[in-house]
């Protein structure tokens, strides 16, 4: 009887939910009457979106007459927004009109495309990947005015709240940024990704990230944070996607070609070519950067091509290919003591330290559109790498560099192939619409690595010396073949046509090994051998688990939206937590991976055309964090210890607002821009449980978080005028377990051991545009503070790594 009621309840529901259901239908086409594929229709009361097939057309069905915004945009069109008012099924003819450049200033140009930024955040599925009731943040490129030749961080993610970056001024040749007390060297705490797929050394094992795709040739940044891990991997960090720019769909060729000139000797130069002809489009580019740094001893240059060449092979089937290369050879003056920094920041003791780094990423994809409702993407991906460090890395920061000694010399080759497929459809359920995300990656690795010494020379000689200097005390080679499958599907269920939930599960096989050995070399007060063996050390990681979550959205009106989501994560031990030997820390032999769970409480959305806002609160736990903690040796001499260092919980209270001063005060000067942004992260930690070995940390703060985490600006504007002033403030953090205070003088740790202080920084930017040509110029860290955001116990260091000083930039771009 009860079943029959339950029955006979549903089947009543589903009828209502069809009363007075209907349909709008239509077809978008160019000024010359042409259909637009591809194009993004947007019906805002409900929050649904649809894309146009070959023919330009669309359809939404299965809903209730009444009142609605459509808004339609794409690529090299200017947004199209209407008022629809009807109770029977509607059939629209919609004409968009093309942004030209003599057209529209950059004022009014920013704002279309602020427009359209506005509307893809809303976004719940984009292609095959699901963003329902996550942590989400999207940084537009193209409307961003800063130094992007040399890939400023604190410029370009801005409006990303709570990162902690790690500023070495090398031109952006590497990215390092953390959140949430995440390390952020390397970026190695996040899933980093271009255009969907892994760009890092070795996704698990070695997840650091030697190259980053240049600001220039990329059209949006998307960060979604650790409930991420379902879909892109376990890491605590979440998900950073570089999308590049997509080929030019109405012309053959285009070419963008940006020149620039900067402080220290920096010159960039950025080429890029795009087009469609036919069924086959492209966007390829090279960029050059080269510069002597404000340290000594700071030389780079690097060369970096990408291409991506598409083909449609029908109206449902596409078949990508896209090609990275990189090249880059940096000289590095090493690290600085407490003392040394304070003193003279521009001082430099290593003449000898270089790094290269070889990168190149191959990838296919496929894909294909079964139906409206049904899209499907697979890709196969191959890496073949290199990074090489050379030089002077005694833990003795203090100490000058012996000409006649070997430098230290550590190669690390990476090999891997991976293939990741997902099935994204559309079905009703109960008269609401649900999405279906179902996948599964296939991840194989082949690194080397060996550690040893190199020659006494000071050119970048990348050779093994080994024969010359047998009883190098620092020696090891190593094969780390490690091999990851996973599978993972999440569904949104829209319970009503206001509140969704979101469930989804991650499962994960992971085996890492590391095979072979190091040398044990034990010399008397003389330098003369007592004993040079080789060790064999070959360990074997190998794990299965299932990564729960759950997220859920609440659309309270269609511009306000409360999200929650709750997702476990697991960090895998790599291997160079497994074997690199490092004079300035030890290895805990015992080290073992270290997993929790992230979860996000918040409100987002806009008033009116006036504030864009996202408050929300966090909470993440680690269980066996991996850090280090500061011990003295049995020689006397202090030293840290990496390992498990115990649980610890971290939370916050991270908020975003974009005020649009201009709407709210000056509506009626229509060249006009000026946004007021604040971007405030508030963070609490402690480690409430530790190892035997980690006592001294029980009760300390989380490393690498500062407790005020602050970026606020203005944007402003007139006609082909864009302008930019940010304010940058990072309290003081914490760089190991136990909270060690800095240590000075002739101590080993000096340099490494110790606080990051605080510090505030400005930067002020301009462009201009006329007609085919670009201006941009700008100062970064205007009021010339001396500081510094790292103390590396490895390179580029050991010690502290210092900032950049006040430093000038001018680009000049031109679009034929």
């Known amino acids: 009887m009860r079943l029959r009621a339950y029955s006979f309840f549903v089947i009543l529901l589903c009828t209502l939910s069809l009363v007075g259901q209907t349909q709008i239908s239509g077809r978008v086409l160019d000024q010359s009457g042409r259909p637009i594929p591809e194009a993004e229709v947007y019906l805002k009361e409900p929050q649904i979106l649809r894309m146009t097939d070959e023919d330009g057309r669309f359809l939404f069905n299965e809903i209730s007459g009444g009142k609605y915004t459509l808004i339609v945009f794409a690529l090299e069109f200017q947004v199209y927004e209407r008022e629809l008012l009807f109770s029977d099924a509607l059939e629209v003819e919609i004409g968009l009109q093309p942004i030209g450049e003599q057209q529209l200033d950059e004022v009014t140009l920013t704002q ?4 359209v930024f506005a509307l893809q955040k809303l976004k719940t599925v984009e292609g095959t990947a699901i963003y329902a009731g996550k942590k989400s943040e999207v940084v537009l490129v193209e409307n961003l005015t800063g130094n992007l030749a040399a890939n400023n961080p604190r410029q370009i993610y801005n409006q990303v709240v709570g990162l902690n970056i790690f500023d070495y001024g090398d031109a952006g040749l590497q990215l390092n940024i953390g959140g949430r007390g995440l390390d952020p060297n390397r970026t190695a705490n ?22 980053t795709p240049p600001a220039e040739a990329l059209s949006e940044i998307q960060v979604v944070r650790g409930a991420a891990s379902l879909q892109y991997g376990p890491q605590f960090g979440g998900l950073i996607n570089f999308k590049f720019k997509k080929p030019h769909r109405t012309k053959k060729i285009e070419l963008v070609s940006r020149q620039t000139l900067g402080s220290f000797d920096l010159f960039t130069s950025f080429n890029s ?12 580019y090279f960029n050059y950067k080269e510069g002597s740094g404000f340290r000594p001893n700071s030389d780079f240059n690097s060369r970096n091509y990408f291409g991506h060449f598409g083909y449609a092979l029908s109206d449902k089937t596409t078949l990508t290919f896209e090609a990275t290369l990189l090249n880059y050879l940096a000289k590095q003056p090493g690290g600085l003591t407490d003392l040394q920094f304070q003193e003279n920041p521009d001082f430099s003791n290593r003449d000898r330290n270089w790094f290269n780094v070889d990168w190149n990423v191959f990838t296919l994809r496929l894909e294909h559109k079964f139906s409206p409702a049904t899209d499907f993407s697979t890709y196969i991906s191959t890496l073949d790498a290199s990074r090489k460090a050379l030089g002077f890395r005694i833990n003795r920061v203090f100490q000058e560099d012996d000409p006649a000694e070997p430098r230290e010399l550590l190669v690390d080759d990476f090999q891997s192939i991976s293939a990741e497929s997902r099935l994204l459809t559309r079905y009703s359920l109960s008269g ?23 020659t006494a020379a000071a050119n970048a000689d990348f050779t093994f010396a080994d024969g010359q200097f047998p009883n190098y005390e620092r020696q090891s080679q190593f094969d780390f073949p490690n091999r990851n499958v996973a599978v993972f599907g999440e569904n949104i269920f829209n319970i009503t046509d206001k509140f969704s939930v979101t469930p989804g599960f991650r499962w994960e096989y992971i085996k890492t090994e590391s095979e072979g050995g190091f040398r044990r070399i034990v010399l008397d007060l003389a330098g003369n051998p007592l004993l040079n063996e080789e060790i064999p050390d070959n360990r074997t990681f190998e794990r299965n688990f299932l990564l729960l979550g759950i997220g859920a959205s609440f659309k309270a009106s269609p511009s306000i939206e409360l999200y929650a989501n709750f997702s476990e994560n697991y960090r895998s031990v790599t291997f160079n937590d497994i074997r690199v030997i490092n004079p300035s820390f030890v290895v805990d032999e015992s080290i073992s991976d270290e997993d929790g769970f992230t979860a996000d409480l918040g409100i987002r959305g806009r008033w009116k055309d006036h504030l864009v806002y996202d408050i929300s609160a966090f909470g993440l736990a680690y269980r066996d964090r991996i850090g280090e903690a500061q011990f003295t040796d049995v020689d006397g001499s202090v030293k840290r210890r990496r390992g498990n260092v115990g649980d610890a919980f971290i939370v916050g209270l991270e908020t975003f607002a974009d005020w649009n001063v201009k709407e709210l005060l000056f509506p009626s000067l229509e060249k006009v821009k000026l946004n007021y942004f604040v971007n405030l992260a508030l963070t609490d930690s402690e480690y409430t449980d530790v190892a035997e070995n980690s006592n001294n940390a029980l009760g300390k703060k989380v490393e690498f978080i500062p407790e005020i985490n602050m970026k606020m600006g203005l944007n402003f504007g007139y006609g ?20 060690a205070d800095p240590l000075f003088g002739n101590d080993p740790g000096a340099g490494v051991v110790g606080i990051i202080p605080s510090y505030d920084i400005m930067d002020f930017s301009f462009s201009y545009t006329w007609k085919k040509l670009k201006l941009e110029t700008g100062i970064n860290n205007l009021l010339d503070n001396s500081y510094f955001t790292r103390r590396a116990t490895g390179y580029p260091g050991p010690g502290i790594i210092p900032a950049e000083p006040r430093t000038f930039y001018t680009t000049l771009q031109l679009k034929l």
């Open 112 to 115: 279309e495309r602020e427009k």
């Open 432 to 454: 609401e619409n649900s999405v279906l995300l179902i996948g599964a990656k296939y991840y194989q690795a082949f690194n080397e690595q060996r550690q040893g010494p190199g």
């Open 720 to 739: 082909n005028l864009l302008g930019s002033l940010q304010y940058t403030y990072i309290s003081e953090q914490f760089t190991d377990a136990t909270n």
């Open 273 to 284: 070519l795009s087009g469609t002809v036919g069924k086959f489009s492209y966007y390829t």
């Open 190 to 211: 996040f899933n980093v990704r271009q255009n969907g797929y892994d760009i890092s050394a070795d996704a698990l094992g070695y997840p650091e990230s030697y190259y």
